[in-house]
């Protein structure tokens, strides 16, 4: 059996081992939860170290290499946050994404070509690590407003609100604006060395190629999210329909996250741009 595919079976055992932890609320289904993602997480990390010394290069050259980097930031960004807060089931679904964008690397061309003199650079390197860690922690962002969505509208009042306790921790509505709040900064570094990269590399720090666009429009987005909470009280909007309208903002953001990182290529107006290298 291949790394890739045992990997991908041991993301699949951690999301139902998180799932019975939640059942079962016990300190032994906690370990045994967590310790099969970070197992998964070090045979993710062992195929990104492997295709790097098999590739000669950091394995971020192509949309398979980019994918399979992703998934283990992913997972570990997740783990730093199980460490932090009380996320409970939402390990199960972390997972379960990590284990989503590795399978969809195992769809894409794994073959290993040699890479364009502008990605030669150590700013590659920088580039790549800092922005893949801030959509790992958007991803995680995007799975705890999935299941505050799925599960606010079931609650109501009395009894209910205990019902939601039981599944949603304290402060659960708040959580996902820590977590953009942490990946924030690596999206903006990423940015800001991409731009020093396409300076060495092209000559211009920006040349509104639509890569360069449509990062500037995630980073906006982002940065309206993280302002908006100073904003609804103002505007009369109440705590719990703020925390909806936050939450649905996320879901959008993050599909303009991976339209950034994957759907442009499909893009007839960036067909020629040499920053949509993620599928060449």
């Known amino acids: 059996m291949s790394l890739v595919n045992i990997t991908l079976i041991i993301y699949i055992i951690a999301s139902i081992a998180y799932i019975v932890r939640e059942i079962w609320r016990s300190a032994g289904t906690k370990w045994v939860s967590l310790g099969f993602l970070i197992l998964a997480f070090c045979f993710n990390l062992t195929m990104v170290a492997t295709r790097s010394i098999e590739a000669g290069h950091p394995p971020f050259s192509n949309l398979y290499e980019s994918l399979v980097f992703y998934a283990c930031c992913t997972a570990f960004i997740y783990i730093i946050f199980e460490f932090t807060y009380n996320f409970r089931v939402v390990g199960a679904l972390a997972s379960v994404l990590a284990m989503l964008i590795l399978f969809y690397a195992t769809l894409q061309d ?13 700013w590659m390197l920088i580039h790549v690590v800092t922005y893949m860690l801030g959509y790992a922690a958007f991803g995680i962002s995007f ?27 304290r402060n659960f509505d708040k959580l996902s604006y820590k977590i953009v709040a942490f990946g924030f900064p ?15 590399a092209w000559g211009d720090y920006w040349s509104w190629d639509p890569k360069e666009t449509w990062s500037l429009i995630t980073w906006l987005a982002y940065l309206v999210y993280l302002h908006t909470p100073l904003v609804l009280p103002k505007m009369n909007i109440n705590k719990s329909k703020a925390s909806v309208i936050l939450s649905i903002w996320l879901l959008v953001a993050f599909g303009i996250v991976n339209f950034t990182f994957m759907g442009l290529s499909y893009l007839p107006s960036a067909a020629d741009s040499e920053h949509i290298y993620g599928s060449k």
């Open 110 to 122: 794994d073959t290993i070509r040699p890479i364009m003199p502008a990605l030669k650079s150590n």
């Open 186 to 200: 690596f999206l903006t570094l990423g940015m800001i060395t991409g731009a020093v990269w396409a300076k060495k």
């Open 143 to 169: 799975v705890t407003s999935i299941i505050y969505l799925v599960v606010k509208p079931f609650v109501r009042k009395g009894e209910a609100v205990q019902a939601e306790r039981e599944i949603l921790p």
